[in-house]
């Protein structure tokens, strides 16, 4: 178990320092910036939000395996689905201004003048290059209801003896 809480906590100190720094730069550049570049950082920030709440969501989900308290292990783990779910929305969000921006070169351009690319962009970072992710967070979904179930019919046989 240390060694968990050694990789744990290296973990934790990368994602943070790393956070604040993109914090540090994302804030100047939202002040700095309008249009859709503005927009592409406000998204990044809230996708950097999204894994410090995934961090901690872990966190929440060790401490209530070590007091082995089963029901709060699959609330959290839903809570851990919701957050991921919200942190790739935000992040396919961030890759399509990216390419978006990129499209029109160097020239920084109004939310009017990109706003029909944007969103076919959106929808093929969606449904085609980011698929897998979300299939993935569905299926933590999927493995949390049958938790509950397990924890369930654990609970009624544990009656029954």
């Not at 029109?104 to 690319?117: C, D, H, P």
Request: a positive charge; aromatic letters at 14%; glycine letters at 6%.
């Amino acid at each position: 178990m240390k060694i968990l809480d050694i990789i744990l906590w290296t973990i934790v100190l990368i994602v943070g320092a790393n956070s604040l720094l993109f914090f540090w730069r994302g804030g100047s550049a939202v002040v700095e910036h309008d249009g859709l570049l503005q927009l592409l950082w406000i998204f990044k920030m809230a996708t950097y939000t999204g894994i410090i709440f995934l961090v901690y969501q872990v966190f929440r989900i060790r401490q209530a395996l070590l007091t082995q308290d089963g029901p709060a292990v699959i609330r959290h783990i839903r809570v851990l689905c919701i957050i991921a779910f919200s942190a790739a929305l935000f992040n396919s969000l961030a890759n399509a201004g990216l390419v978006t921006q990129m499209q029109f070169g160097k020239n920084l351009v109004s939310w009017q003048e990109a706003k029909g690319r944007f969103w076919s962009y959106a929808l093929q970072q969606v449904f085609d290059e980011q698929l897998l992710i979300y299939i993935l967070i569905v299926s933590l979904f999927l493995l949390s209801g049958f938790a509950r179930i397990a924890t369930q019919l654990k609970s009624e046989n544990e009656s029954f003896i």
